[in-house]
């Protein structure tokens, strides 16, 4: 065998983990499995074993335009927060210099 006779075992926690990353930040199953050091192949097994056991089967065309449309949403609402959190930085310095300036005064 390649890497050792013994078959690698992972405990339910971290593949439901790895699946939840997978679905959660929309990455590449390649790129999360390489993040966490398993293979591609074993990481696209527990997403389609996990993709079955919750929705029963494959996607109807509507739910896959609905599920497409609540990405996009969920993108842009994720924009706009980042964005908001560089606006409340950027005021909480503006407010510290403020405070000094007007202490040094």
């Not at 405990?11 to 293979?39: M, N």
């Amino acid at each position: 065998m390649g890497r050792g006779d013994k078959k690698r075992q992972f405990d339910p926690g971290f593949r439901a983990g790895a699946v939840w990353i997978v679905k959660e930040t929309g990455k590449p199953v390649a790129q999360v499995a390489r993040d966490l050091g398993i293979s591609r192949y074993t990481l696209q097994n527990w997403v389609k074993n996990d993709r079955g056991q919750a929705q029963g089967g494959e996607l109807g065309e509507s739910e896959r335009q609905e599920l497409a449309r609540l990405r996009a949403e969920r993108a842009a609402w994720e924009r706009e927060r980042a964005e908001l959190e560089m606006e409340r930085d950027v005021l909480k310095r503006s407010v510290v210099l403020w405070v000094k300036d007007s202490m040094s005064q």
